[in-house]
T-cell receptor, first 112, second 114 residues
Framework: GDSVTQMEGPVTLSEEAFLTINCTYT??????LFWYVQYPGEGLQLLLK?????DKGSNKGFEATYRKETTSFHLEKGSVQVSDSAVYFC???????????FGQGTTLQVKP | DAGVTQSPTHLIKTRGQQVTLRCSPK?????VSWYQQALGQGPQFIFQ???????QRGNFPDRFSGHQFPNYSSELNVNALLLGDSALYLC?????????????FGSGTRLTVV
């Protein structure tokens, strides 16, 4: 079945450092891909998405490119801030209902 | 514009009891899904409702059931609670016909079974 694998955390960075969180997927067909962010004690917020190969999703300085040849959707940010500290989830939309299949999440901690 | 609203925010139940969680989707959204998020894990799909019918179900036992009302709001019911049912339950909504839209999530209901 469809699945998503994320790099294990936690990831600890200093403020203004470059961020990469790896995400790879296995799916039939051509799923849409998403990154969600979860702040402590809250639900999930959609960060960005890409719906077809070579699409680049971007939001709030974060970017991810849908790479069909490597089945990847890595999240990047050029300069992280303390306020970016959260758990990040990679997900794909599966099947004809678009149900979301999530990775296990990656915790990011940014230190001043 | 209110997003997805869930109630209650926290709940403590005893093993064997039954629980009902409630969700109001974002305005303009008519498709509602429920997810279970265990501590330290990614959310797991329970089921999806559209037009008051269950459209797809994840790998959850029949103890988990749901309902969608004509105003698109939804309930998740869990019977015969087990300790392992302790989790954050998330409701998510989207407009029908927009598979690539991305879901809007509520803040969740934290269920603790003791």
């Amino acid at each position: 079945g469809d699945s998503v694998t994320q790099m294990e955390g936690p990831v600890t960075l200093s403020e203004e450092a470059f961020l990469t969180i790896n995400c790879t997927y296995t799916a039939t067909g051509y799923p849409s891909l998403f990154w969600y962010v979860q702040y402590p004690g809250e639900g999930l917020q959609l960060l960005l998405k890409a719906t077809k190969a070579d699409d680049k999703g971007s939001n709030k300085g974060f970017e991810a490119t849908y790479r069909k040849e490597t089945t990847s959707f890595h999240l990047e940010k050029g300069s992280v801030q303390v306020s970016d500290s959260a758990v990040y989830f990679c997900a794909l939309g599966s099947g004809n209902t678009g149900k979301l299949i999530f990775g296990q999440g990656t915790t990011l901690q940014v230190k001043p | 514009d209110a997003g997805v609203t869930q109630s209650p925010t926290h709940l403590i139940k005893t093993r064997g009891q039954q629980v009902t969680l409630r969700c109001s989707p974002k305005s303009g959204h008519d498709t509602v899904s429920w997810y279970q998020q265990a501590l330290g894990q990614g959310p797991q799909f329970i089921f999806q409702y559209y037009e008051e019918e269950e459209r797809q179900r994840g790998n959850f036992p029949d103890r988990f059931s749901g309902h969608q009302f004509p105003n698109y709001s939804s309930e998740l019911n869990v019977n015969a609670l087990l300790l392992g049912d302790s989790a954050l339950y998330l409701c998510a909504s989207r407009p029908s016909g927009y598979l690539n839209y991305g879901y809007t999530f509520g803040s969740g209901t934290r269920l603790t079974v003791v």
